[in-house]
Every structure is written in C-alpha cells, then in structure tokens.
C-alpha cells in the first residue's frame, strides 16, 4: 500500500503479534473502565448513605436494605469489662488499636460491637491503654457497617493479654459470642466523630483500588494499545526511493 512518499507492507509476525495483543489491551482498558464505573457508584451510594437522616439500627435491620454507611442509633449499655483492641491499625502514620466495645442493647438480650476509634500503642505492648466509658445507658448515633471479610475470624490472643481488654488481630463472631456470653449482631457501628465517649475517629470507606485509580489503569491500557499500533506501523512502513522515477 502507497501512501504518499511511504510503502505499508503488513509483516506476517508483526500482524499475527498485533492481532493478539490489540485486542487484550483494549479489553483491560475497558475493564477498568467498567470497574471504575462500579466503584463510582459504589463511593456515590456510600455518600448518599451517610446523608440520609439517622434510623434506629433495629429498623435498618428490618428494612431489608442493608447498605452499609447508614447513619444508625442505638440504646444500650456499653459492656466496659469485656472490650476488645483490633491491633495493627493505623492512624496518621501511627501504630495502634481501634476500640471495639460491645453495646448490649436495651430490652434485648443481644449486643453490637461499637468502634469507638483509635488509640495509640503505649511505651509497651505489654502495657494496654486505658478504655475509659460511661456505666450509664447511652443513646449511640454511628454509621453502621459490616466487619472485614479479612477480619471474620477471632485469632488466638497472645499473653499477657488473653483476658479483658482482648488484644486480637481478627475478628470472628462465633468463638467471640462463646467468650461474651451473648449474641452479637453481625454488624459492628462506627461511632460518630463528635460523639461522647470515643477516640480518634476518622472514618473513610474502605474501597481499595479508588475509581481514578482504575481510570488511571485504564489510560494505561489503552496508551499501550497506542504504542503498539504505532509500533506496528512504524516496522511495517517504509520510505519509497524517488530515484528510479
């Protein structure tokens, strides 16, 4: 094929090459598109949660849509002797534990895990922070969500922490039902950043890869798609000699 002063001549392991990868490349870009795509809705249906007026957590319960980020309230008791300590977590850079106290709840007998925020590990792991908390019914307002599915199981708390506060890396509601005594629901709250009785709280939903992130792949993709089309006409094209004519 002429064009102009150049001469295209398809190459059959240049095609056969660009046959193959073209279309690979242009699928993962639209992959992440896609993905992108769910995980806007997915920040957009979160946020719109978290606007709407709070409702009572055993109505959320009942409503049968259980997206999770709902503003929720709750009556109870905090159980203070029976608190837990997710280790490894992470504030500003720093080392510590989120506060996981159960709320056994008003005329019931079951109970809710309420993170009340972060605090930081002391001089020592063998020196726990203090979790101080009211003895009194509280009237808790929090975002309800679900645990990790990284976390749903209770692991093995090393000593000299096997009693109360529970220092643990995991969370699992059955084997920790078994130690309280009483039946949690599977939901856990986050308590709200400007409520009583809490630490540093500042609560994000956790989405891994972000919608620009998978939008940033997806340019990638396609720019590699770019490339190799440019490549690919660049091998098989040469410049045409006007000596002759």
């Given at each position: 094929?002429?064009?102009?002063?150049?001469?295209?001549?398809?190459?059959?392991?240049?095609?056969?090459?660009?046959?193959?990868?073209?279309?690979?490349?242009?699928?993962?870009?639209?992959?992440?598109?896609?993905?992108?795509?769910?995980?806007?809705?997915?920040?957009?249906?979160?946020?719109?949660?978290?606007?709407?007026?709070?409702?009572?957590?055993?109505?959320?319960?009942?409503?049968?849509?259980?997206?999770?980020?709902?503003?929720?309230?709750?009556?109870?008791?905090?159980?203070?002797?029976?608190?837990?300590?997710?280790?490894?977590?992470i504030h500003q850079?720093?080392?510590?534990?989120?506060?996981?106290?159960?709320?056994?709840?008003?005329?019931?007998?079951?109970?809710?895990?309420?993170?009340?925020?972060?605090?930081?590990?002391?001089?020592?792991?063998?020196?726990?922070?203090?979790?101080?908390?009211?003895?009194?019914?509280?009237?808790?307002?929090?975002?309800?969500?679900?645990?990790?599915?990284?976390?749903?199981?209770?692991?093995?708390?090393?000593?000299?922490?096997?009693?109360?506060?529970?220092?643990?890396?995991?969370?699992?509601?059955?084997?920790?039902?078994?130690?309280?005594?009483?039946?949690?629901?599977?939901?856990?709250?986050l308590l709200d950043?400007?409520?009583?009785?809490?630490?540093?709280?500042?609560?994000?939903?956790?989405?891994?890869?972000?919608?620009?992130?998978?939008?940033?792949?997806?340019?990638?993709?396609?720019?590699?798609?770019?490339?190799?089309?440019?490549?690919?006409?660049?091998?098989?094209?040469?410049?045409?000699?006007?000596?002759h004519e």
């Open positions: 094929m002429r064009l102009g002063g150049f001469d295209f001549t398809a190459g059959l392991w240049p095609t056969l090459a660009t046959i193959v990868l073209m279309p690979l490349l242009v699928s993962l870009g639209v992959w992440q598109l896609e993905r992108a795509a769910w995980k806007q809705a997915l920040v957009d249906g979160h946020a719109e949660q978290t606007r709407q007026p709070a409702l009572a957590l055993a109505d959320w319960l009942a409503s049968g849509d259980l997206m999770p980020y709902r503003r929720v309230t709750a009556r109870g008791r905090y159980d203070l002797d029976h608190q837990l300590l997710l280790d490894n977590s850079g720093r080392a510590g534990y989120h506060v996981l106290t159960p709320l056994v709840l008003a005329d019931t007998s079951e109970a809710v895990l309420v993170n009340r925020g972060w605090v930081p590990v002391g001089v020592s792991r063998a020196q726990l922070p203090a979790l101080p908390g009211p003895e009194d019914m509280v009237d808790v307002q929090a975002l309800v969500t679900y645990p990790p599915e990284k976390r749903l199981r209770l692991d093995s708390v090393e000593e000299p922490h096997a009693g109360w506060p529970g220092v643990v890396q995991l969370i699992e509601p059955g084997p920790l039902e078994q130690r309280l005594g009483y039946r949690l629901l599977p939901v856990v709250l950043a400007d409520a009583a009785h809490g630490f540093a709280r500042e609560w994000r939903p956790v989405y891994g890869t972000t919608p620009d992130k998978h939008r940033a792949y997806a340019l990638q993709w396609f720019t590699l798609a770019t490339v190799l089309a440019l490549i690919y006409i660049g091998v098989n094209t040469r410049r045409v000699s006007n000596e």
